[in-house]
């Protein structure tokens, strides 16, 4: 079944048959258990069950227990396969519904568990297999942003896509995102454990591939080697002119044609993913300096980092006449500017949670003000709830991950817990995060099975937990 049709079975018109199990603000024992059992979860983790433990003892908040007991761990849970290839560490994350595994997703789900690795080697171990199979799927293809466990099963996107489609990727959609979550896993995995192991010539072979894709795709030499078109009535999954996408000026920046939600850019330089690909840059070439020894690769690294640096101090901004200068979403070179943010992450909201901008930042300010106002296109104002959505789904529907981010990236205690508070109210029932819920009715939900948006409010509960407690009372 096609994602799309997956998602409308299987989202709104089935929602309802989750919705109206809790009252919110029961009593703790009226709390149903939702989280898969214990003896068919997929990966098992001590060090994440105490975590559980010592969180729901001392928050008072029972129904914030119970959201953490069943979102923090819904990625080991239900989404990862653990295998030994020629004696090292291989780990396939699936998103949930979605039997592939997408290069952003993955890196995404795992991530919050990085902060316990080192009290778990089996977790850790865990860990290293995440970013040996993202090296494998890099070396594959880098312009891939989902793939199959399988090398050799076919897409069932093979008929209807125009691209280069090799066998063992699910989706080809070109997306700078795609290349610089496993870099974000990776520089965080060396950080905190110290371990090199998984960054062997094959990850660096990964690095110089991911550079090489960046540079193509700079357009500085004409088009470059990709291309994608699908046939479909959906205006969002494919690429105009020809599959290379309306003209842009060669400046620097890089072009994405497809946002992380998967959706098709307008303008091809993408800035919040540009500055997400100005992080990364930097990132692999310390850790390819450092580790790998290669001080010309990581000169060249750092050489493009520089350049997307100058590009996107000249060419991200807007001069907006209620807001200030404020970040652009998408830019053309030609003085065009998408004005409006996407929740999928990432997006100008998420920067200063990518180390992208200071969340200080006046730029940063006056755009969090703009896109978190109805000025925003894909800002949406409700009954239960407000918060940033997108294409991807439609109109009037939220995205719980916008609300996580919201609070990642702020300093006022009224705020982060009013944040929370929302998400605490708005699980449809069901003790789970969603891909997206109506403004209106938290019960119309798309995707009852979303690991990235339950691991991630599970990781937001969490550092409120260790940073801000009395908000969780």
Known sequence: ??????????????????????????????????????????????????????????????????????????????????????????????????????????????????????????????????????????????????????????????????????PGIHERKWEIDSLCYPIRLAYKFWKVTGDTAPFDNKWKEGIEQTLKTFKEQ??????????????????????????????????????????????????AYLIPSNFFALVSLRQASEMVRVISKDNKLASELAALAAEVDAALKKYSTFNHPKYGKIYAFEVNGYDSYNLMDDANVPSLLSLPYLGAVKAGDPTYQNTRKYIWSLDNPFFFKGKYAEGIGGPHIGLDMIWPMSLSLKAFTSSNDAEIKWC?????????????MHESFHKD????????????????????????????????K
């Open 420 to 432: 929370i508070d929302t998400l605490q109210k708005t699980h449809g029932g069901t003790g789970f």
């Open 218 to 267: 700079q357009r500085k030499n004409g088009l470059g080697p990709y291309k994608f078109e699908r046939k479909t009535s959906w205006a969002t999954d494919g690429i105009p002119m020809g599959g290379y996408g309306y003209p842009v000026r060669p400046n620097g920046l890089i072009c994405s044609m497809f946002r992380p939600s998967d959706d098709a850019t307008i303008y």
């Open 1 to 166: 079944m096609k994602r799309k049709e997956f998602l409308q079975q299987t989202g709104i018109l089935s929602a309802g048959l989750m919705a109206g199990k809790v009252s919110f603000g029961s009593k703790a024992q009226d709390f149903p258990v939702v989280r898969v059992a214990e003896a068919n979860r997929n990966f098992k983790s001590e060090v994440i069950e105490r975590a559980i433990k010592t969180f729901q003892s001392k928050v008072k908040n029972k129904e914030l227990g119970w959201l953490f007991n069943n979102c923090f761990p819904n990625t080991l849970d239900t989404t990862v396969f653990y295998e030994e290839i020629g004696g090292k560490p291989d780990t396939y994350v699936i998103t949930g519904d979605i039997d592939a595994m997408w290069l952003r997703d993955s890196s995404a789900q795992v991530y919050p568990y990085l902060q316990f690795s080192k009290e778990d080697n089996a977790l850790h171990k865990l860990l290293e297999g995440v970013i040996r199979k993202q090296t494998h799927f890099i070396i594959k293809d880098p312009y891939a942003n989902a793939f199959y466990n399988d090398d050799n099963k076919v897409s069932e996107w093979k008929e209807t896509d125009d691209t280069d489609m090799k």
């Open 441 to 472: 009715d938290p019960t119309k939900f798309t995707r009852k099975w979303f690991a990235w948006s339950n691991t991630l409010f599970g990781e937001l509960l969490w550092k409120t937990f260790n940073e801000r407690p009395h908000l969780l």
